[in-house]
T-cell receptor
Framework: GAGVSQSPSNKVTEKGKDVELRCDPI?????LYWYRQRLGQGLEFLIYFQGNSAPDKSGLPSDRFSAERTGESVSTLTIQRTQQEDSAVYLCASSFTGEETQYFGPGTRLLVL | GQNIDQPTEMTATEGAIVQINCTYQTSGFNGLFWYQQHAGEAPTFLSYNVLDGLEEKGRFSSFLSRSKGYSYLLLKELQMKDSASYLC?????????????FGRGTQLTVWP
């Protein structure tokens, strides 16, 4: 009964570099979400995957951000040419369906120098 | 945005009762969630309301009024470990189904 896991837990990178963040959802959960939490701010929706449907990418802040999901398992969030304003905690969540309770992973703390 | 409003900070003493209010935009409403988030940790689910009224779960209760776009989280018999940020989140219907819209969180500090 493992929960949502994310890796790495912390990432420090230089401005302009690409980073890849990974999320393993709870087994059996068809829905997967990415959120961003900047210091002192609320969680900000980024992207939502539901089964084999086209993902809802409308929350991605720029074309430097992209995400993929393999079937109903692992997802990766990629940030290209990172900027200092990308520094935040990136949280992944999963749920049985798109209307059920979302369970969060521990997050990846990204610092762009 | 979705205008999820909740107080930024609250303080209370051990053993007391505290009520954290949340107001939200009613259009497209699809349930109201409360999460607890300790510093440096992931949000953990506390409660979910989709119908009007009070849901009680141990020391924590959550209330919803859909017509008023209002919810509150009630914490009884406060303990030091309840010091955390409490996040109000609104579910959404239609083209934005699946998204949760979060408030900024209410930082609760419980004093001995």
């Amino acid at each position: 009964g493992a929960g949502v896991s994310q890796s790495p837990s912390n990432k420090v990178t230089e401005k302009g570099k690409d980073v890849e963040l990974r999320c393993d959802p709870i087994s059996g959960h068809t829905a997967l979400y990415w959120y961003r939490q900047r210091l002192g701010q609320g969680l900000e929706f980024l992207i939502y995957f539901q089964g084999n449907s086209a993902p809802d990418k409308s929350g991605l802040p720029s074309d430097r951000f992209s995400a993929e999901r393999t079937g109903e398992s692992v997802s990766t969030l990629t940030i290209q040419r990172t900027q200092q304003e990308d520094s935040a905690v990136y949280l992944c969540a999963s749920s049985f369906t798109g209307e059920e309770t979302q369970y969060f992973g521990p997050g990846t703390r990204l610092l762009v120098l | 945005g979705q205008n999820i409003d909740q107080p930024t900070e609250m303080t209370a003493t051990e053993g007391a009762i505290v009520q954290i209010n949340c107001t939200y935009q009613t259009s497209g409403f699809n349930g109201l969630f409360w999460y607890q988030q300790h510093a440096g940790e992931a949000p953990t689910f506390l409660s979910y309301n989709v119908l009007d009224g009070l849901e009680e779960k141990g020391r924590f209760s959550s209330f919803l009024s859909r017509s008023k776009g209002y919810s509150y989280l009630l914490l009884k018999e406060l303990q030091m470990k309840d010091s955390a940020s409490y996040l109000c989140a609104r579910g959404s219907r239609g083209s934005t189904l699946g998204r949760l819209y979060f408030g900024r969180g209410t930082q609760l500090t419980v004093w001995p």
